[in-house]
T-cell receptor, first 115, second 113 residues
Framework: GAVVSQHPSRVICKSGTSVKIECRSLDFQATTMFWYRQFPKQSLMLMATSNEGSKATYEQGVEKDKFLINHASLTLSTLTVTSAHPEDSSFYIC???????????FGPGTRLTVT | DAKTTQPTSMDCAEGRAANLPCNHSTISGNEYVYWYRQIHSQGPQYIIHGLKNNETNEMASLIITEDRKSSTLILPHATLRDTAVYYCIVREGYGGATNKLIFGTGTLLAVQP
């Protein structure tokens, strides 16, 4: 199956700083990428959907100015958590899809800890 | 909101078939049934999907009822490595406004030695 990578796998940052997470589709062109967040013992929650070259569409309740998403190429999307706080500590997972009807493939996730 | 209902947890003996049920009584005609699983602290892994016919691949079989209101994922010979949370998701096909995966709570399958 298609491969999606994320970098870094783990990151620890201080409160008030910003953190960037990269998501790459390694063997296909991802016209659409998705960002999810997962808190301990909970399910995945969709944060936003982005199409290459367009602004991301955020789910209700997700602050677009806090979670900046850039999808500048067909193989790379980035999520920047700005002014991170301890409550932003979570498991962030990206997903990529080729075309409108293609399957969604998931990255391995990034564990963010804000101290 | 998720449009599926699954049991919270299930046990299965190693080597036996694991049958995971899912109810999706409000599924519409252009929505597919997808199954993913998530092993602890990893990203979800695609398993199988179907529209109305039963499907089989190297990982599992998917049985969809004739009225499409429920389905069952079958792992024919469960191993300890199949211990994971299994998510049943309905998703629109091409071009739909809800053409994205919305996760429910899933079923924690524990395969016992």
């Amino acid at each position: 199956g298609a491969v999606v990578s994320q970098h870094p796998s783990r990151v620890i940052c201080k409160s008030g700083t910003s953190v960037k997470i990269e998501c790459r589709s390694l063997d296909f062109q991802a016209t659409t990428m998705f960002w999810y967040r997962q808190f301990p013992k909970q399910s995945l929650m969709l944060m936003a959907t982005s199409n290459e070259g367009s602004k991301a569409t955020y789910e209700q309740g997700v602050e677009k100015d806090k979670f900046l998403i850039n999808h500048a190429s067909l193989t790379l999307s980035t999520l920047t958590v700005t002014s991170a706080h301890p409550e932003d500590s979570s498991f962030y997972i990206c997903s990529a899809r080729e075309g409108g009807a293609g399957e969604q493939y998931f990255g391995p996730g990034t564990r963010l800890t804000v101290t | 909101d998720a449009k599926t209902t699954q049991p919270t947890s299930m046990d299965c003996a190693e080597g036996r078939a694991a049958n995971l049920p899912c109810n999706h009584s409000t599924i519409s005609g252009n929505e597919y049934v997808y199954w993913y699983r998530q092993i602890h602290s990893q990203g979800p892994q695609y398993i199988i999907h179907g529209l109305k016919n039963n499907e089989t691949n190297e990982m599992a079989s998917l049985i969809i009822t004739e009225d499409r209101k429920s389905s069952t994922l079958i792992l024919p010979h469960a191993t300890l490595r199949d211990t994971a949370v299994y998510y049943c998701i309905v998703r629109e096909g091409y071009g739909g406004a809800t053409n994205k995966l919305i996760f429910g709570t899933g079923t924690l399958l524990a395969v016992q030695p």
